[in-house]
C-alpha cells in the first residue's frame, strides 16, 4: 500500500490539487492507494466515485497538522505502508516513521532566507526523505540554492489529463460572445500579483493601436482582481477586456480553445514564484501557444520560439514586443500546432512512468 499525505485536494480546485488527484488515481491503477486529505465541505460525493480510499481531516489549521499527524502515525503502526508520498514538506514534518518518503516540491513553499527558522524547517524534512521530486528544474535550482541535497532531488514535471472534448453549446456561447474581436489573449489564473494581470494589461493599451478588435479574456478571481478592473477602466480598455469567474469547466475549455494566446509572464513577488505552470500545458493541449515568464520554471512547460516564447516579466516592452511578435503574421498558428504536439510529454500515462522508476 502506498500513503498519500496532501493539504490539497479536490474538489477544491487548483494545480497542486489537480496534481495530488492525478498521482492518486494513477498510482491506484497498479497498487492500493490511501489518501490522507484536509476536509473539503462538499467532499463526500467526490470521495465516493474515488476507487481509493480517502480520509479527511478537519478543524482549524495548527490542529488539524497535529490531529492529521497522530492518525498517519497510528494508520503506520497498524498497516503496511510501503512509501508515502506528501505534497508538502509541512505534511511530513510530524510524520514518524521509517519507511521510505517521497515529497513533492513546487517552488514558493520553500523559497524562504537562507538560515532563517522556516528554511531550517525545510532543509530538516527535506533532506532527509527518499527523494525530493521537483515540479521543474528551476524549482530543483531554487531547492539546491537553499540547502537540500542535490542528489536527493529529481524532476518530474506535473501530469496533465487527456483534454476533455469541447460542449457544442458552449463554443455557440463563446462565439456569440467574442464575435468578431480578434486577436484573442487569455488568462486563466488567480489575480495575484505574481500572475502579471498588470503588465498585460498596460502592454494591451499599446496593442490596441495596432489592432483594434484585440480582446483579453481574464478566467479567475483573487485579492488583486479589484485592482486590475479599476486599472482597465483607468486606461480606458472596458471593451478590450472580458472577466469571468465562477464559471463552468465546459465554458472555460470553450473560452480557451477559441483564444489564440495563453498569456501568463511570471514574476517573483516576494517569496511567491511560479514552480512550473500547468496552464501552460493545458493551454497547449487545446493548440494554444503561451507566453510565460523568465522568473519561475515555465520554460519546462513552454519551448521558447517553438510553442511559445519567454519574456522578461518585469519589462514591459518585452511583454509587449513577445506579444506583437506572436500575433504579427498569425505567427500564434504555427506555435500553437508545436504546442499541441509538445504537450502530450506531459500526459499523465507517461509522467507516471517516472514515478514507477524512483518506487523500483
Not at 490511501?34 to 480510499?53: G, I, M, P, R
Request: proline fraction near 2%; charge should be positive; aromatic fraction near 8%.
Amino acid at each position: 500500500m502506498y500513503l498519500i499525505i496532501t493539504r490539497a485536494f479536490p474538489p477544491e480546485l487548483g494545480g497542486m490539487q489537480s496534481l495530488m488527484w492525478g498521482l492518486s488515481r494513477e498510482i491506484s491503477k497498479n497498487f492500493m492507494v490511501k489518501v490522507f486529505a484536509d476536509f473539503h465541505e462538499h467532499h463526500k460525493n467526490f470521495d465516493e466515485q474515488a476507487s481509493f480510499s480517502i480520509e479527511r481531516v478537519g478543524g482549524i489549521k495548527f490542529l488539524r497538522k497535529i490531529r492529521k499527524a497522530q492518525l498517519i502515525n497510528e494508520f503506520l503502526k497498524e498497516n503496511k505502508v510501503e512509501a508515502i508520498f506528501a505534497d508538502h514538506w509541512k505534511s511530513l514534518e510530524l510524520i514518524k516513521t521509517d519507511k521510505k518518503k517521497f515529497c513533492l516540491i513546487h517552488g514558493k513553499e520553500i523559497n524562504h532566507p537562507l538560515g532563517g527558522s522556516l528554511n531550517k524547517r525545510v532543509i530538516k524534512v527535506l533532506n532527509n526523505v527518499e527523494k525530493v521530486i521537483a515540479n521543474s528544474q528551476y524549482t530543483k535550482d531554487l531547492a539546491i540554492n537553499n540547502g537540500v541535497i542535490q542528489d536527493k532531488i529529481t524532476v518530474i514535471n506535473p501530469g496533465a489529463d487527456p483534454v476533455q472534448e469541447l460542449n457544442k453549446k458552449s463554443l455557440e456561447k463563446v462565439e456569440s460572445l467574442l464575435k468578431i474581436k480578434t486577436p484573442r489573449l487569455i488568462t486563466v489564473s488567480r489575480f495575484d500579483k505574481r500572475k502579471n494581470h498588470e503588465k498585460i494589461i498596460m502592454a494591451l493599451r499599446n496593442l490596441k493601436q495596432l489592432y483594434p478588435d484585440i480582446v483579453y479574456i481574464c478566467i479567475g478571481y483573487g485579492e488583486e482582481e479589484e485592482n486590475i478592473k479599476k486599472l482597465v477602466e483607468e486606461l480606458d480598455l472596458t471593451s478590450q477586456v472580458m472577466f469571468f469567474k465562477n464559471i463552468s469547466t465546459d465554458l472555460k475549455n470553450a473560452l480557451l480553445a477559441k483564444s489564440n494566446i495563453f498569456v501568463m509572464p511570471s514574476i517573483i513577488h516576494k517569496t511567491s514564484v511560479e514552480g512550473f505552470g500547468i496552464a501552460y500545458v493545458e493551454a497547449a493541449q487545446y493548440g494554444i501557444p503561451s507566453l510565460g515568464g523568465k522568473d519561475g520554471g515555465a520554460s519546462d512547460a513552454i519551448e521558447h520560439g517553438k510553442t511559445g516564447l519567454i519574456c522578461d516579466g518585469k519589462n514591459l516592452d518585452d511583454i509587449y514586443s513577445s506579444l506583437n511578435s506572436m500575433i504579427e503574421g498569425k505567427k500564434y498558428l504555427e506555435l500553437g500546432t508545436n504546442a499541441k504536439k509538445h504537450s502530450s510529454k506531459f500526459e499523465w500515462s507517461k509522467i507516471i512512468e517516472e514515478y514507477k522508476k524512483i518506487l523500483n
